[in-house]
């Protein structure tokens, strides 16, 4: 059963069209702007307990819609378009776990999926008539006692109309640790969902995820047309791996990348400003049309051409990478890679929770299996 499920995944890169047929009877929307809304993370670490910790998140949430509207009326003012879309940083609302148990921060600071926390975010994009990209650490009823980092979409409806759990961390538990019964709940457009909006079609990228290729482009071939990338990351004048990867991947998937740092993490031992600056927005040419410097701001802003993008996907050349992509190839390469393997955290039918050095132990046993065959 579990291969059947992993020969599903790798055929996904066989068979998906690169982009569906849906897809290019759209109609292309008014011109609109996005905003990598530069905010600096809150953590909850020393909340004393659950509600406390709730009030502090509800209370920046409302904070996050004051600057958002301010920051929305200044770009119009500026000469930009309308803003429709925006998107936040990473684990904004608390920060990352550090070194607190799995279970107690799952309890202590992971939303709910129906929580107070998304219908407050639902208030802002209806009333501000946008829609929200953020990023947070959510609860699954199906797997108790584990969190997901969740990068999430709500619409001007108020509604959450993307909800995709990151894939690759080095840290904290993922779908891929459960694969099996997180497929057998959700499939694969739980895996790899993609939102079809009037504004296009938009997928989440997490954090250091942008660095791996596979999964900018396992959305891509289901129609992803704009990269919601939250993340907490450091910023440089120099290009880092996250700021060259995100180039590579708007212009390899002819996509948009639309990328939140946060402005430093509040409330930790950690310098303010470790994780801060270079939001930036990113065509599909992987050209960067805007980009901020240090502290909070909105300054990376730039509007979205839509009908562009979809008419180069559709134009034959050599620079529609999309559309030249043999992905038949490459099935059985990945089919058989001895990579880290899916369900370590399934004992039977039984989901179990990690300490938190699991994932490094996972990792050095990986790098030895590798090693031993020669192909590392």
């Given at each position: 059963?579990?291969?059947?499920?992993?020969?599903?995944?790798?055929?996904?890169?066989?068979?998906s069209?690169?982009?569906?047929?849906?897809?290019?009877?759209?109609?292309?929307?008014?011109?609109?702007?996005?905003?990598?809304?530069?905010?600096?993370?809150?953590?909850?670490?020393?909340?004393?307990?659950?509600?406390?910790?709730?009030?502090?998140?509800?209370?920046?949430?409302?904070?996050?819609?004051v600057?958002?509207?301010?920051?929305a009326?200044?770009?119009?003012?500026?000469?930009?378009?309308?803003?429709?879309?925006?998107?936040?940083?990473?684990y904004?609302?608390?920060?990352?776990?550090?070194?607190?148990?799995?279970?107690?921060?799952?309890?202590?600071?992971?939303?709910?999926?129906?929580?107070?926390?998304?219908?407050?975010?639902?208030?802002?994009?209806?009333?501000?008539?946008?829609?929200?990209?953020?990023?947070?650490?959510?609860?699954?009823?199906?797997?108790?006692?584990?969190?997901f980092?969740?990068?999430?979409?709500?619409?001007?409806?108020?509604?959450?109309?993307?909800?995709?759990?990151?894939?690759?961390?080095?840290?904290?538990?993922?779908?891929?640790?459960?694969?099996?019964?997180?497929?057998?709940?959700?499939?694969?457009?739980?895996?790899?969902?993609?939102?079809?909006?009037?504004?296009?079609?938009?997928?989440?990228?997490?954090?250091?995820?942008?660095?791996?290729?596979?999964?900018?482009?396992?959305?891509?071939?289901?129609?992803?047309?704009?990269?919601?990338h939250?993340?907490?990351?450091?910023?440089?004048?120099?290009?880092?791996?996250k700021?060259?990867?995100?180039?590579?991947?708007?212009?390899?998937?002819?996509?948009y990348?639309?990328?939140?740092?946060?402005?430093?993490?509040?409330?930790?031992?950690?310098?303010?400003?470790?994780?801060?600056?270079?939001?930036?927005?990113?065509?599909?040419?992987?050209?960067?049309?805007?980009?901020?410097?240090?502290?909070e701001?909105?300054?990376?802003?730039?509007?979205?051409?839509?009908?562009?993008?979809?008419?180069?996907?559709?134009?034959?050349?050599?620079?529609?990478?999309?559309?030249?992509?043999?992905?038949?190839?490459?099935?059985?390469?990945?089919?058989?890679?001895?990579?880290?393997?899916?369900?370590?955290?399934?004992?039977?039918?039984?989901?179990r929770?990690?300490?938190?050095?699991?994932?490094?132990?996972?990792?050095?046993?990986?790098?030895?299996?590798?090693?031993?065959?020669?192909?590392?």
């Open positions: 059963m579990i291969i059947e499920r992993r020969q599903a995944l790798a055929g996904l890169i066989a068979t069209l690169p982009w569906p047929l849906e897809a290019a009877r759209l109609t292309d929307p008014k011109a609109y702007a996005a905003v990598a809304l530069q905010l600096a993370a809150r953590s909850v670490e020393r909340a004393p307990d659950r509600a406390a910790a709730r009030a502090q998140m509800l209370k920046m949430i409302e904070e996050v819609g600057k958002l509207r301010s920051s009326i200044f770009i119009q003012q500026y000469g930009g378009s309308p803003v429709k879309l925006a998107v936040l940083p990473e904004l609302l608390t920060s990352y776990p550090g070194r607190i148990s799995i279970a107690e921060f799952a309890a202590k600071a992971a939303l709910e999926v129906d929580g107070p926390e998304y219908d407050a975010f639902g208030k802002i994009a209806a009333a501000q008539k946008l829609f929200i990209a953020g990023n947070a650490y959510e609860v699954d009823k199906h797997f108790p006692g584990l969190y980092q969740t990068s999430f979409v709500v619409s001007p409806s108020g509604e959450v109309v993307l909800r995709y759990r990151r894939l690759n961390s080095m840290f904290a538990p993922t779908p891929h640790d459960v694969l099996s019964k997180y497929l057998d709940i959700y499939g694969l457009d739980g895996v790899f969902p993609v939102a079809r909006t009037e504004i296009g079609n938009l997928a989440a990228i997490a954090s250091e995820e942008i660095v791996y290729p596979e999964i900018a482009r396992a959305h891509a071939l289901r129609g992803a047309e704009i990269f919601l939250s993340s907490s990351e450091i910023g440089s004048p120099t290009d880092t791996h700021a060259i990867a995100k180039r590579a991947r708007a212009f390899e998937n002819l996509a990348v639309i990328s939140a740092n946060t402005a430093g993490i509040e409330g930790t031992t950690m310098p303010l400003a470790s994780a801060d600056g270079n939001s930036m927005v990113v065509d599909w040419k992987g050209n960067v049309l805007a980009e901020s410097n240090a502290g701001t909105f300054t990376a802003f730039a509007d979205i051409d839509l009908a562009g993008l979809r008419a180069a996907r559709r134009k034959p050349g050599m620079t529609n990478y999309l559309a030249r992509q043999r992905t038949a190839l490459f099935a059985a390469a990945y089919g058989a890679a001895k990579g880290q393997a899916a369900d370590g955290l399934i004992d039977g039918n039984q989901v929770i990690p300490d938190r050095d699991y994932f490094l132990r996972v990792q050095e046993q990986t790098i030895e299996r590798l090693a031993k065959d020669g192909l590392i």
